[in-house]
């Protein structure tokens, strides 16, 4: 195989890699967009400027300006060295538990108090004659009961230290395979 033609399969293969986690970390809230960035700039071995993202990912400036923010609110990704005519570029951040209290503390916890939020209002628009009577009361109280148990047990999670959680992720890690 040429120079070129292995090139063009790694560039495929480093692609089809992207996009399949674009696709699974939709499932974590994000965009596909957001996880074509995330892995374009964690597999690569230097930090990636925003015309280079642009180039691998193949959107416009503008989504690609808006993912690379929201990877950066998150802690997913940070800020690298400038270049030249001061062009920004990015690199992952390496570190997981840092990166998991992030986006459990500044998304999930937020999601869980609008959950919450909703549930309520439900509640009480049924207590109040106001919602087709095909809608349980009961179950609306269970599932305002799980969200608080789903938000205490977050809310416990975050109280951990760093290395507490490290501890778990690599007692986690020796069940593979």
Not at 41 to 62: C, D, H, Q, W, Y
Not at 154 to 169: C, N, V
């Amino acid at each position: 195989m040429s120079l070129m033609g292995s090139k063009s399969k790694n560039n495929s293969l480093e692609h089809d890699l992207a996009n399949r986690i674009g696709d699974f970390i939709k499932y974590w809230g994000f965009s596909k967009i957001d996880g074509q960035i995330w892995t374009y700039v964690f597999i690569v071995n230097k930090p990636l400027s925003t015309p280079e993202i642009i180039e691998r990912v193949g959107m416009s400036k503008a989504s690609v300006s808006n993912s690379i923010q929201k990877l950066l609110d998150f802690n997913v990704i940070q800020k690298g060295p400038q270049l030249n005519a001061g062009i920004q570029t990015f690199e992952s951040n390496s570190d997981l538990v840092e990166v998991i209290f992030s986006v459990l503390r500044n998304r999930e916890l937020q999601l869980m108090s609008k959950s919450a939020d909703a549930c309520e209002l439900l509640k009480r628009s049924l207590e109040r004659g106001k919602q087709p009577s095909h809608i349980s009361v009961n179950k609306v109280n269970d599932l305002q009961n799980m969200i608080k148990d789903a938000t205490m047990s977050l809310k416990f999670i975050l109280s951990l230290d760093k290395e507490t959680l490290k501890d778990w992720i690599e007692f986690m890690q020796t069940f593979k395979d």
